[in-house]
């Protein structure tokens, strides 16, 4: 079993829905969670870092945590055409140096 | 330029031959990391550096790979007798001091094709 799983989609909405993107991990040590954007040929972006469990709003993007269930996810509000890209989930314990990505999920919004 | 450098953007070898990348990170930034993403996969950890110290190997550095920041720097990453199996983005990122895995920012990689 892998550390992160994540549905690779792919994922399709109307321009203006609300999507929502998850992850399950397996690992209890994890403390720090982060959603990244990929675009194609590019390295990943980050968009949203949460520390431990609840909510996080930045603009179009809401991150939620739930450390009880090993579930994280995040909502994109009024999706717009540029959010088409390969959203990453990623995971780091407390300490660590390196990030356990999900493989990600790539989402198209259609205008 | 503010952003993390990585040279070549794409590299066509063939199998067996060695190839090396080169990262320059974000110039205040003393922590740099490498990472590997295949094809419909997350990136996955190689290695990471603080400064000129290399402080962290992941299993899937095999001995054919080898990194190296000289000067605490720009990194070089050096894959020997390439496989088709390393055929991947080598992603390449640097932080700085003190913000740990929330402050990676990520260059555009290098798309390796062994053919």
């Known amino acids: 079993q892998k550390e992160v799983e994540q549905d690779p989609g792919p994922l399709s909405v109307p321009e203006g829905a609300i999507v929502s993107l998850n992850c399950t991990y397996s690992?209890?040590?994890?403390?720090?969670f982060m959603w990244y954007r990929q675009y194609s040929r590019k390295g990943p972006e980050l968009l949203m870092y949460t520390y431990s469990s609840g909510n996080k709003e930045d603009g179009r993007f809401t991150a939620q945590v739930d450390k009880s269930s090993k579930y994280i996810s995040l909502f994109i509000r009024d999706s717009q055409p540029s959010d088409s890209a390969t959203y990453l989930c990623?995971?780091?314990?407390?300490?660590?140096?390196?990030?356990?990505f999900g493989t990600g999920t790539r989402l198209t919004v259609i205008p | 330029d503010t952003g993390v450098s990585q040279n070549p953007r794409h590299k066509i070898t063939k199998r067996g031959q060695n190839v090396t990348f080169r990262c320059d990170p974000i110039s205040e930034h003393n922590r740099l990391y490498w990472y590997r993403q295949t094809l419909g996969q997350g990136p996955e950890f190689l290695t990471y550096?603080?400064?000129?110290?290399?402080?962290?190997k992941s299993r899937l550095l095999s001995d054919r790979f080898s990194a190296e920041r000289p000067k605490g720097s720009f990194s070089t990453l050096e894959i020997q007798r390439t496989e088709q199996g390393d055929s991947a983005m080598y992603l390449c990122a640097s932080s700085p001091p003190g913000t740990g895995v929330g402050g990676y920012t990520f260059g555009s990689g290098t798309r390796l094709t062994v053919v």
């Open positions: 690992n209890s040590a994890f403390q720090y």
């Open positions: 550096f603080q400064n000129e110290a290399q402080l962290e």
């Open positions: 990623a995971m780091a314990s407390t300490g660590a140096n390196n990030l356990f």
